[in-house]
């Protein structure tokens, strides 16, 4: 029984994921879903983002979290367009919460949209919200045994941040490991090491970034 509300969830989840997806392709916008555990550093590469793009791209964003503006205002502060969810308890962003959202961006004004999920390496994977990519992070200090640990998101994303690397020589982390196991759940995993910190690696993401916006 437990089993069949469950999957009607998800059901229901999908169809309005693929409505989103409909409207983000209408209005030719890139949507990039955002996932880590608490604390890997999601936000502080928006604000750095909303720096190195000022003037070329278009970025808004909508950020989950159990409770407070707090994100939001970081983005905002950084010049990007910034919508706060407050999911009260809910361990994830589901697509009929990115739709309600939705309301709140100018679209129409916008080349990038970057969900930042809520910190969890478990639920967030489970739930589409219409995005084109699932992105997820993985900062050095949380070990190097986690794609093991929670396959699924790792599995589900089209790109693996690796960050705070300014971090690896005070930690017992080794980062091939970490490489090695997560392709070893998903061989086409694009993997970019990152410190937002000491600018390490962020070319490369942003290039990525910007093939990806202007594809659509
Ligand atoms: N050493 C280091 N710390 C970082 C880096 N990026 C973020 N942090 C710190 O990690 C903590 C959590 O960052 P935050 O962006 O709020 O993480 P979020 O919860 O994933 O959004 C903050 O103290 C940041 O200053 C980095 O590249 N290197
Ligand atoms: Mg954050």
């Avoid at 469950?6 to 996932?35: C, P, W, Y």
């Avoid at 998101?153 to 790109?159: L, Q």
């Avoid at 090695?180 to 086409?188: C, G, L, T, V």
Wanted: aromatic content about 4%.
């Amino acid at each position: 029984m437990r089993v069949a509300v469950v999957k009607n969830i998800l059901d229901a989840n999908s169809r309005i994921a693929q409505e989103n997806r409909k409207l983000f392709d209408a209005h030719g916008l890139t949507v990039i879903n955002l996932m880590s555990s608490p604390g890997a550093g999601k936000t502080t590469l928006l604000e750095q983002m909303g720096v190195h793009f000022a003037g070329r791209l278009k970025i808004g964003v909508i950020e989950g979290d159990i409770q407070t503006t707090l994100d939001a205002e970081r983005v905002a502060a950084a010049g990007l367009e910034a919508v706060q969810i407050e999911t009260d308890g809910a361990c994830h962003l589901d697509a009929n919460m990115i739709r309600n959202a939705l309301a709140d961006l100018p679209l129409d004004g916008l080349d990038l949209l970057v969900v930042e999920n809520v910190g969890n390496l478990v639920c967030p994977a489970e739930f589409n919200i219409g995005e084109d990519h699932k992105v997820m992070m993985l900062s050095v200090t949380e070990g190097d045994d986690k794609p093991y640990k929670y396959p699924l998101m790792f599995k589900e994303s089209r790109v693996l941040l690796i960050s705070k690397v300014d971090l690896l020589p005070h930690l017992r982390c080794n980062i091939e490991k970490i490489k090695e196991a997560a392709r070893s759940i998903n061989p086409d995993l694009i993997i970019f090491e990152i410190s937002a910190y000491s600018g390490q690696g962020l070319d490369d993401w942003h290039s990525w970034i910007q093939e990806q916006t202007a594809e659509k």
